[in-house]
């Protein structure tokens, strides 16, 4: 009988012999192979190669010996199978030339198998998957519905998210289609995932802490909550994340969620005081690894002096990696909590 | 003996007649009137004539039968005062061109006196004075040190604060060096203002949430706190504001303010148990006004509710006007407020 990987275990809140630790957004710019590997492709294409996507989901774990490879997509990769054009603007983000903004523009969105528009990510976990040692775990990747829809009604990233907001106040009908259509592209797009080796998957909504309590139980939480059931019924745990959200943890735990992700904003042993009965994961500020190695220990130790030997504690930022970030913190970072608490 | 204005009596949490009414950035682009009065000249234009800030300051005053005028100004106002160049672009915000980056830029950061530099806003603040009803209040309006340093050193709007907390982190004098300097800029502005008439202060710290707690305390705190005794000292309350706080609010209320500002992500009653000592202000969703009329009302109500009649509540928004509502909603809300609890 082989064992179940480390955070699949830690997210089972099983006794575990080192607290596990990957990093959100570990593939990627901060990585100069990374860099070069994506010159001339964009980031669509090299997600639609098995292989290219592969060999950069497995960079990190082979330079920084993680626990996990975070497989490489972008949080609008399954809109692709929507019908929906997107395009991703250097130092901009997502941008969505013909914007949902009414019930007329439901009508754009089709839905189609993840087998085919996602079959490039779906190779890739399969490949992911046989080269990882057993004891690593194969972390799918699902955008959260709040952040999605953000992008696809704003058409570009918000800080205010006014158009949203609009809508979901003065068209809920809208709203809600929109959502609803979501959920029905995610759910077999988390399921794919699974079925082609995924060990965990991670919803990520990052935006969603703009909401007011009130606000995400009603607009967003039902959907999050049939997105994370949809993983349930495949039998992997999941991940459930999003910044701004110390308002928000115990709604988000109550849709879903065997780990739930804290941002740095919240001192980790607050938010695990919020979901006692979950795991979690998090929650270094992301910008202590442009910081000197004494601070940024210091961080680390804070961490997990704050998760205080606890099952369930998943080492993690609070947000993804920074591109500037120099790889050799990284590194040395993840050394760092693997050999913590190991005397 | 003259009564103290409404908002003073409720900051300083005496048991009052009614719930005091004003909502943040009220003076602005939400008005038609202040959009002609606009035509032609720039934002610190209008600040520099004692006659215009006054009248922009008292517009919704007027119209919407609030309990406070707060005073037309910038956060970067006093910045004019420092010698750094700043501009207020359309669409973007404030963006200074030449940004501080090292130990020797702090040498092209003077201080003047506020009465020179600032003579059109303290100059509007006596006429607001003498316009308003006693029971009226004028609040004053500064800053907060995090989130005026972040402008000066990121050049620009920003999310991540990237360039701001690589410089807590590894140039730790030269951040300490700029919020000393800003600190020394900020008290003397915020007490011509009490000088000139104010009755109350707010610390717009707006976007002082981004940062974890720790360092909240360790780069931020002492000099809000030197900001908010300089408040006390001249003999008014304060009200001490920032947003995504909801981890922040002991340590904010510890740093110093009579009241305490909520934004909109953290249910009223549960941001008071935090600071319970303190009066707080807030925190209706802003976006909320772009509502139907229902679910505006329902939410003021909501937020009402939560306040429990309890003495020391201001109700504002959990931020500030958003420019394209509609005037006759915030004239609705404020009827609203001021008829609740009365039967």
């Known amino acids: 009988m082989t064992v179940a990987p480390l955070l699949v275990r830690t997210a089972r809140r ?34 639609e190669s098995p292989e290219l996507c592969a060999e950069v989901t497995l960079q990190p774990v082979r330079r920084h010996d993680v626990d996990a490879a975070v497989m490489f997509a972008d949080i609008m990769s399954p809109v692709l199978g929507m019908g929906i054009p997107v395009k991703l603007v250097e130092n901009v983000g997502p941008v969505v030339d013909e914007p949902i903004r009414t019930a007329a523009d439901l009508a754009r969105i089709t839905q189609s198998d993840p087998t085919e528009y996602a079959a490039g ?25 709040f952040t999605v829809a953000g992008y696809l009604i704003e058409g570009k990233p918000s800080r205010d998210f006014l158009l949203v907001k609009r809508m979901m106040y003065s ?23 699974v079925a082609a080796g995924a060990d ?18 009603e607009f967003v939480a039902p959907y999050s909550a049939r997105i994370l059931a949809g993983v349930k019924e495949v039998g992997v745990p999941s991940i459930h994340f999003g910044t701004g959200t110390a308002t928000l943890l115990r709604s988000m735990a109550a849709a879903g969620g065997d780990v739930i992700g804290l941002d740095w904003r919240i001192p ?25 190695w004494e601070r940024l220990e210091a961080g680390a130790r804070d961490v997990l002096e ?5 099952p369930g504690h998943i080492f993690n930022l609070g947000h993804g990696i920074l591109p500037p970030t120099d790889p050799d913190q990284i590194t040395r970072l993840a050394a760092f909590v693997r050999e913590y608490g190991q005397s």
Request: charged residues 25%; glycine residues 8%; hydrophobic residues 40%.
């Open 14 to 47: 099983e006794q575990t012999e080192r607290t596990p630790v990957w990093f959100m957004r570990q593939a990627g710019r901060s990585l100069p192979e990374y860099r070069e590997l994506r010159v001339g492709r964009t980031l669509f294409e090299t997600c």
């Open 121 to 145: 990510i779906l190779g890739a976990i399969r490949i992911v998957r046989r080269e990882l040692r057993p004891d690593q775990a194969v972390v799918g990747f699902c955008g959260g519905p």
């Open 171 to 193: 068209d809920p009908a809208t709203w809600h289609g929109l959502m609803a259509r979501l959920t029905d592209c995610f759910v077999p797009y988390v399921q794919a995932q």
């Open 200 to 217: 965990i998957i991670q919803l990520f909504d990052s935006w969603v802490g703009n909401l007011s309590v009130n606000d995400y139980e």
């Open 268 to 292: 980790l042993d607050r938010g695990w005081a919020e979901v006692p009965d979950r795991a979690v994961q998090g929650n270094l500020d992301s910008t202590l690894l442009l910081a000197p």
């Open 306 to 310: 704050r998760a205080h030997g606890k």
